[in-house]
């Protein structure tokens, strides 16, 4: 299973950015797809997730702005984010919890400019 993240970038606070991540390869009909993120020298934390049945997760700190979403069709989970904020500036990283194992995407940076 390899996984291809795209969509970050450069933004203005306030401003929006959507994050994709495609799954090639078997990832079953049971699986969580989600976003992380990490800053430098500290630990990568759960931005959010979500399974296949529905069910979503999310950090405290970007509930309310980000929404997470997928297309089993397609293999691809979305992060919408809004009304990003500077401590938002992270690598973000895609990852896929299936019942063969965890997969993570390269990292796609997120730079919000004050």
């Known amino acids: 299973v390899q996984l291809h993240a795209s969509g970050g970038g450069l933004v203005q606070a306030g401003g929006s950015l959507k994050l994709n991540c495609t799954a090639s390869?078997?990832?079953?009909?049971?699986?969580?797809m989600g976003w992380y993120r990490q800053a430098p020298w500290k630990q990568r934390e759960l931005v959010a997730s979500?399974?296949?049945?529905?069910?979503?997760q999310s950090g405290d700190s970007v509930k309310g702005r980000f929404t997470i979403s997928r297309d089993d069709r397609k293999n691809t989970v979305y992060l919408q984010m809004l009304s990003l904020k500077p401590e938002d500036t992270r690598v973000y990283y895609c990852?896929?919890?299936?019942?063969?194992?965890?997969?993570w995407g390269q990292g796609t940076l997120v730079t919000v400019s004050s």
């Open positions: 990852r896929v919890d299936t019942v063969w194992g965890n997969y």
């Open positions: 390869g078997n990832i079953g009909s049971r699986n969580v």
């Open positions: 979500v399974s296949n049945g529905g069910a979503v």
